[in-house]
């Protein structure tokens, strides 16, 4: 699939493969093993979807991260996650707002987003450069 066609996929089209030829791949091994609300029945999207809806977003984070210091920018992060998956495709952020609000979290954190290795440049149409 061209990656440009992945906004208009539902997110219970969104899965992960992994191809590889080892014996055994070890992704995540959490620690605890948490299921969220006990009896939530759906995908990810679904259940992140639930508690923002109820207020309760910060659930979704997880408890040993909660109070380091960091909690207002994962939220913001985790809000910028939701508007990619939302379940409407065609009211799904685009990649240039992800990056805006990307960098506007930089920012607002004393970070800089230039890398000189891979300048973006956002005013030249795709056909014009070619």
């Known amino acids: ?11 219970s089209d969104a899965t992960l493969r992994i191809r590889c030829r080892s014996s ?24 992140i979807n ?10 979704a ?3 040993d991260l909660i109070g380091k210091g960091h909690d207002e920018e994962m939220l913001q992060f985790l809000k910028i996650a939701s508007n990619c998956v939302v379940s409407r495709p065609q009211d799904r952020w685009s990649m240039f707002q992800v990056y805006q609000s990307l960098e506007t979290m930089a920012e607002e ?22």
């Open 1 to 11: 699939m061209d990656f440009g066609l992945a906004g208009l996929m539902t997110s």
């Open 61 to 63: 984070i997880d408890k």
């Open 50 to 59: 639930h508690l923002s809806n109820t207020g309760r977003i910060n659930d």
């Open 24 to 47: 055994r791949i070890e992704l995540a091994k959490p620690l605890e093993v948490n299921a969220g609300e006990e009896g939530f029945k759906g995908h990810l999207v679904d259940w």
């Open 109 to 130: 954190n004393g970070f800089s987003e230039m890398d000189d290795d891979f300048p973006l440049i956002f005013s030249v149409q795709d056909n014009e450069s070619m």
